[in-house]
Structure formats: structure tokens, C-alpha cells
């Protein structure tokens, strides 16, 4: 428990209740049979699911607000190896978990038809560009820099394409920079990643956003005002980003403006509830059951894929066990929809139980 004594619990818990979110909206048994709520809009809208990802980001950029201080007395080479470093290890970790389990068909899975960008990678890119901003620049400067890449983005989404997902500039970018044979093919057999190269512009904004949030609870407290004063910011990111939906919608696979900034308003109103719960409250033992996936983040995001991934590789029956396991187990015991959310719980509380193990024994895995 000392190692994070340095951090309010509220950090912990908000991270751990992501990933186990996470976890659960990518693996459901039947994807055509999961409950809407645990579903990615297709194309514009937003649901819960949508939150997930920019989620981690502003937690990424939370933990930074006190990270970020050990790097304050160093010099620049000593800054820019530690950020380099750990940015080649989150991109690294990132493509190897896509080439992942390396062989097919009984030779090397070829590189060639790898994809390149994805979750981690983005992290990677947005904690690389974010470190370099909040490290270099002043606070003004920062916000200046978010607000421009957030009308420049729309600027370049509408003047060099469509809002297509066949039409967006985000997809021409990448079909000229990497090729469609390292992109996502999820959308019906169409390459296009959601974690492409531009749309990493608008993300750093997150990052940047969880990063000021999680300095003005440091620097004013936990008390009734800091509370009431995020609530007000996150109203208004909120609103705002409602307003720019009438013009530039709501869209996850485009990362848009407007989903910014109605992500960074919703947690920040989250962060805000959870440092009155557990941070200025008594919120008994419950809450370490998300205090285990936030201490190992990391680890056992990369856990959960990895377990994904393997029982997809392994044939059972005809099928692999991936979906044996969902059909014959969980499925035909508790139907089609109710089955789909118990074997994602079933790899979601695996995966904890492997963090619960390490916490027990203090193994905390950093980058």
C-alpha cells in the first residue's frame, strides 16, 4: 500500500473501474448478442463503451500530474531519454501484442500484414507529445495548443474529405503512410483504424486534460470547493462539446472534437464524484477490488488481450476455445445475451485474480 501513498485512492479506483470495463467490452462472448450499453457506436453517436478508451487516456494524463515532477530538476537528454524510453516501450508492447502468437500456418505471421497503430501505440504517441508540451511550455500555452488542435483537426476532417468512414481524411493519411495491410480491418472487412495517425492529434488533448485536472486537485485539495469547481469545468466541456456535435458529430473512430471534449467533461465529473467517495469519505473495502486493476494497469490490460488472443489461436471442436468456451459454457447456460456478459465477466475477474495475486505479493510492473 505505500507504494502509493503518493497518489489519492480515487486515482487508483478510476483507472481500475476502466480496465475492468475495458476488459469486458472487448471480450464478449457473441459480439452480435452483447447488450447495446456494452456496444461502440457504429459510426457517429456515443455510448458508455465509447468512454473507455479516452477514459484511459485522461488517467494517463492524471498519473502524469505527479510523475511529471520527478522530471522538473533534470536536463533535457535525461528527459527525453526517460520519456523516449518509455514511449518505445508502450509502442513496442503495442505492435508486438498485434503480431501475437508470431506463427500462423505453421511459419512466421508476416510482419508485412501487421497492424502498426492501435490502443497502446496511441497512449504511447499522445504520453510522448503531451510529456514534451507540459515539460517545455507554460500552461497557457498548453491550452492554446489544445484548443488549435481541436479546430484544426475539424479543419483538416472536413476540407481534405468527408465524414465517411470510406471518405475521412484519418483514412487516406494512413492508406498513404502505412498501407491498408497494417491497418484495423473491423468494419466489415474494411481497413480503417480507429487509432490512426491523425486522429492522435485531438487525443493528446485528453491526455492534456486529465493531466490540468489531476494538478488542481493537488494544488487546491480535496474539499468542497475543488469539487464544485470541476463539476462546473466538466458542465461546461459538456456543453460545449454538444454544441460542436451540431456541426462536427460525436464519433469515436474519428476521435472527433466534439467527442473531446464531451469525454474529458464526463471525466472529469467522474474524478470529481469519486475524490468525494473515496478521498473525503470512508468507502469501506470495496473499493479494492478496483484498486487491484489500477495498481497492475498495464499488466493486465495486456493480460486480457493476450488471454483473448491465445484462446482465439487455440482450435477446439471445429471452432477455437474462445468461442467453444462462450457457446457451450456460458452461452448455453444463460442464453445468448446474459451468456455474452458472463464470459466477459468470467475474463475479466481471471485477469483479476492474476492482479490480486501480484498485489498480494507487492509486484507492481511499471514502463
Not at 487509432?195 to 485539495?221: D, M, R, W
Not at 461546461?236 to 466534439?258: E, Q, R, T, Y
Request: proline share 2%.
Amino acid at each position: 500500500m505505500n507504494t502509493f501513498k503518493n497518489r489519492y485512492l480515487s486515482l487508483d479506483v478510476f483507472r481500475g473501474m476502466d480496465v475492468a470495463l475495458m476488459i469486458i467490452v472487448n471480450s464478449p462472448g457473441n459480439g452480435d448478442t452483447s447488450f447495446g450499453i456494452l456496444k461502440h457506436a457504429i459510426w457517429n453517436g456515443f455510448t458508455l463503451t465509447d468512454l473507455v478508451f479516452p477514459t484511459f487516456l485522461f488517467v494517463v494524463g492524471n498519473a502524469m500530474s505527479f510523475s511529471m515532477k520527478k522530471y522538473e530538476g533534470e536536463g533535457r537528454s535525461t528527459f527525453f531519454k526517460k520519456v523516449l524510453k518509455r514511449f518505445s516501450i508502450l509502442f513496442l508492447l503495442g505492435f508486438l501484442m498485434y503480431w501475437f502468437p508470431f506463427f500462423e500456418d505453421g511459419g512466421l505471421k508476416p510482419i508485412a500484414e501487421t497492424r502498426i497503430f492501435g490502443v497502446l501505440q496511441r497512449i504511447a504517441l499522445c504520453y510522448l507529445f503531451a510529456s514534451i508540451l507540459l515539460h517545455y511550455f507554460k500552461t497557457k500555452s498548453v491550452l492554446i495548443f489544445s484548443a488549435l488542435a481541436l479546430i484544426c483537426y475539424h479543419v483538416i476532417l472536413v476540407v481534405f474529405g468527408d465524414l465517411s468512414l470510406m471518405g475521412n481524411a484519418v483514412l487516406k493519411l494512413d492508406k498513404f503512410l502505412i498501407g491498408a495491410d497494417h491497418m484495423y480491418h473491423g468494419n466489415g472487412g474494411v481497413a480503417f483504424d480507429p487509432e490512426g495517425l491523425l486522429s492522435t492529434l485531438p487525443a493528446i488533448v485528453n491526455v492534456i486534460a486529465g493531466y490540468f485536472t489531476g494538478k488542481f486537485i493537488q494544488k487546491s485539495g480535496q474539499n468542497y470547493e475543488t469539487i464544485a469547481k470541476l463539476i462546473m469545468v466538466a458542465g461546461l466541456l459538456v456543453v460545449a462539446g454538444f454544441a460542436w456535435d451540431l456541426i462536427l458529430p460525436f464519433n469515436k473512430k474519428l476521435w472527433s472534437s466534439s467527442f473531446v471534449l464531451l469525454t474529458s467533461g464526463i471525466d472529469i465529473f467522474i474524478i470529481a464524484v469519486l475524490i468525494y467517495l473515496m478521498d473525503m469519505s470512508k468507502p469501506g473495502k470495496w473499493t479494492y477490488f478496483f484498486e487491484v486493476f489500477g495498481r497492475n494497469t498495464l499488466f493486465i490490460y495486456l493480460l486480457s488481450e493476450l488471454f483473448i488472443i491465445s484462446l482465439a489461436a487455440i482450435s477446439m471442436n471445429g471452432t477455437n476455445a474462445y468461442n467453444w468456451i462462450a457457446d457451450n459454457i456460458f452461452i448455453a447456460t444463460a442464453g445468448d445475451y446474459f451468456g455474452s456478459l458472463l464470459f466477459a465477466l468470467w475474463i475479466m475477474f481471471t485477469c483479476w485474480l492474476v492482479g490480486y495475486i501480484m498485489d498480494k505479493k507487492g509486484i507492481y510492473i511499471k514502463v
